[in-house]
């Protein structure tokens, strides 16, 4: 059983693969890539010190997460 596959592997292997027929033009391609665009982060304002941070993200300058304290901001010496 393990043979007739790894023999049908073989045979495979020496025809040629499927691929595409012909190259893509470069009009083609940009035009699929006109879709690809950067969005902008959401920013909302920290509801403990008041400072924009990003969506999701614990806060920079306070260290404050959905009301708590996650991480403690090092003091400068
Ligand atoms: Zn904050």
Redesign the pocket.
Known sequence: MLGRIKKNYEQLKLEEMPNPKRKHSKTRRDKRRTHYKATAPTVVT??????S?QYHRV??????YRGKLVIEKKTAE
Do not use: K
Not at 46 to 51: A, E, I, K, M, P
């Open positions: 920290c509801s403990n010190c008041g400072s941070v806060c920079p300058e306070c260290g404050f």
